[in-house]
């Protein structure tokens, strides 16, 4: 992947609400939140269940619409985008991972990945090479052949987490993908979405764990639908100059 | 932490000389604990007074080196099969400090939870981004791998313990919501079905906790004299 690191954001969230139900029934899900994910960042959303993080993430990639507020990826709003506009933005610029690997069971790993490619357009056969390039690229060229039930929880995910990023496609929404999985397993799912944000992606986690946030540049704390807080990753080198904790 | 211990443990690879040993002793632990100098002579002394560890000559640059004695590899392996005692937990100074901010006047403990919070989680991400370095190294082949393995190792307590510590917040945040909860609905039911005496007119006097206290927001409904609640 040779992504450009521009200062551009890859998915922007402006003054975002959603109100489920109306009346005495409203609930506030969103309430105005602000979001900014470039190219190489990974963000974590961390709060407690009823926070908000997974209508967060479904608004962010166009799976269900805001009450108010942008949505703007790869600098279309998608809130005003038409049906197919929106449909091919969903298939070229976002991918999803979701806790239960969401890959289909009679496709095997290097034509779970090619799908997307295909549905979009490409060739069988072009579809096929990148699938296989973004598949070795991983690490998993060795999963290629087979099919979802004869791969661990952890190596599905790493699908998935190809499948979500294959072609030019750089923004990866992830919910609790390791949801599902051991903390080692999950560990190396983390690992490589890591990765493929220090190769350029931008990234949106979805997690309630500590330790899984812990990957990201920069983690969210979502209560009651608000932002009320976030830390910013410092550089991991001046941990090592002689520091004893943080004072 | 026991220095005494570390320093016997590299002692058993052979003699060293003191900043020798802090050097081992740091790119263990990834300076995790630094040592200075003078550290390790005060504990070598103490270690040779205690029989552990004797003199044992100079290398070609003139370094006194020591070495671990008998009675010190007993002492070592002593302490590899004991556990490390838990009897007395060693004083947490947030717990200490969230037990204080409990009912503290002024102190918004929720508050006192997200700036842990968010320092705790913090310290994770550095923590998990040196652990991603040492994994690469690791699987890179380097040369020290022994003292990489032992970094890790660190690393990953450090990892472990501040995961308990956000762990543990959180679950102070959701307890304290619940008492609060409880708390704010417990006393109505109370007065609203226990007539109770006579209920007087309210006391003048009363004016100092009006905003906040029990009979707030009930419509000005009288509350009898010492009936007066805390939150």
């Given at each position: 992947m040779s992504t450009p690191l521009t200062p551009q954001p890859v998915l922007r969230l402006q003054n975002l609400t959603r109100v489920h139900g109306s009346g005495a029934t409203e609930v506030h899900a969103l309430r105005g939140i602000d979001l900014d994910v470039h190219p190489g960042e990974l963000v974590a959303v961390m709060g407690p269940s009823g926070s908000g993080k997974s209508t967060l993430l479904t608004i962010a990639g166009g799976l269900d619409v805001p009450t108010s507020g942008r949505v703007i990826v790869e600098d279309t709003d998608i809130t005003t985008a038409g049906r197919k506009e929106l449909a091919a933005l969903r298939r070229r610029s976002i991918g999803y991972v979701f806790q239960d690997y969401n890959l289909i069971p009679a496709l095997t790993a290097a034509e779970n990945v090619s799908l997307p490619r295909e549905l979009d357009g490409v060739s069988a056969r072009k579809a096929r090479v990148e699938s296989l390039a973004?598949?070795?690229?991983?690490?998993?060229?060795?999963?290629?052949?087979?099919?979802?039930?004869?791969?661990?929880?952890?190596?599905?995910?790493?699908?998935?987490?190809?499948?979500?990023?294959?072609?030019?496609?750089?923004?990866?929404l992830a919910d609790e993908p390791t949801?599902?999985?051991?903390?080692?397993?999950?560990?190396?799912?983390?690992?490589?979405?890591?990765?493929?944000?220090?190769?350029?992606?931008?990234?949106?986690?979805?997690?309630?764990e500590p330790r899984f946030a812990a990957w990201a540049d920069r983690v969210v704390f979502l209560r009651d639908g608000a932002i009320v807080d976030q830390t910013v990753r410092s550089e991991a080198d001046s941990l090592l100059t002689g520091r004893v904790a943080d004072a | 932490m026991s220095i005494r211990h570390g320093l016997l443990a590299l002692l058993e690879h052979g003699p060293r000389y003191g900043s020798q040993l802090r050097t081992e002793f740091e790119s263990r632990t990834g300076s995790t604990w630094p040592l200075n100098v003078g550290q390790v002579y005060t504990?070598?002394?103490?270690?040779?007074?205690?029989?552990?560890?004797?003199?044992?000559?100079?290398?070609?640059?003139?370094?006194?080196?020591?070495?671990i004695t008998d009675a010190g590899r007993d002492e070592l392996h002593t302490w590899f099969e004991k556990p490390v005692d838990r009897a007395s937990p060693a004083r947490d100074e947030l717990s200490i400090k969230l037990a204080m901010a409990v009912g503290a006047p002024g102190v918004d403990i929720s508050e006192v939870i997200q700036a842990q919070r968010r320092h705790t989680v913090k310290a994770m991400q550095d923590y998990t981004r040196l652990k991603a370095q040492a994994l690469t190294a690791l699987e890179s082949g380097g040369t020290h791998e022994r003292d990489d393995v032992a970094?890790?190792?660190v690393l990953e307590?450090?990892?472990?313990?501040t995961e308990a510590e956000a762990r543990w917040l959180d679950h102070c945040e959701s307890r304290l919501i619940r008492f609060s909860a409880s708390a704010a609905s417990a006393p109505r039911p109370a007065t609203a079905s226990e007539p109770g005496p006579d209920p007087g007119p309210r006391p003048a006097t009363g004016s100092e906790d009006g905003a906040g206290g029990a009979g707030a927001g009930r419509g000005g409904a009288p509350v009898a004299p010492g009936a007066r609640r805390t939150r």
């Open positions: 973004a598949l070795e690229e991983m690490g998993l060229g060795h999963l290629a052949d087979r099919f979802p039930d004869e791969m661990s929880g952890g190596q599905q995910q790493r699908v998935a987490i190809a499948r979500a990023l294959v072609g030019d496609r750089r923004l990866v949801g599902a999985l051991d903390s080692e397993t999950g560990e190396s799912v983390l690992a490589l979405l890591r990765a493929r944000c220090d190769a350029g992606a931008a990234g949106v986690l979805v997690t309630h | 504990t070598l002394g103490r270690l040779e007074r205690d029989g552990l560890v004797a003199q044992n000559g100079e290398d070609g640059a003139g370094h006194a080196l020591y070495a970094w890790l190792l307590q450090l990892i472990f313990q």
